[in-house]
Nanobody
Framework: QVRFVQSGGGLVQEGASLRLSCAAS????????VAWFRQAPGKKREFVAA????????YYADSVKDRFTISKDNAKSTVYLQMNSLKPEDTAVYYC???????????????????WGQGTQVTVSS
């Protein structure tokens, strides 16, 4: 079982930055992928960013590439999403998630992720 505590959302103006945190407990993630997804009102949950816990690469949706950065702190078992140059279309509830099954690259389909954070609201005003 994995448990997450998310934090860091809020209301900001266009162009601002936010950092989301996802602190995990309950198991190690050596064979896991960790991802951020988001869901806007009336829309499907979409992939934002991910990495394999022990891998060197990070993966991003085209819509956030060069603006968002996913990272981790091994000692704290915490994953971060640094969001810069925020746009109104980034407004959504953001979720961290874990897929404990090893894959060459992290999956981008939310249905393949087994454990989820509670979600945190990010609202960007224009």
């Amino acid at each position: 079982q994995v448990r997450f505590v998310q934090s860091g959302g809020g209301l900001v103006q266009e162009g601002a930055s936010l950092r989301l945190s996802c602190a995990a407990s309950g198991r190690t993630f050596s064979e896991s992928a960790v991802a951020w997804f988001r869901q806007a009102p009336g829309k499907k949950r979409e992939f934002v960013a991910a990495f394999n816990w022990n891998g060197p690469n990070t993966y991003y949706a085209d819509s956030v590439k060069d603006r968002f950065t996913i990272s981790k702190d091994n000692a704290k078992s915490t994953v971060y999403l640094q969001m810069n140059s925020l746009k109104p279309e980034d407004t959504a509830v953001y979720y961290c998630a874990v897929d404990t099954r090893w894959r060459v690259e992290p999956a981008r389909e939310h249905g393949l992720y087994e454990f989820w954070g509670q979600g945190t609201q990010v609202t960007v005003s224009s």
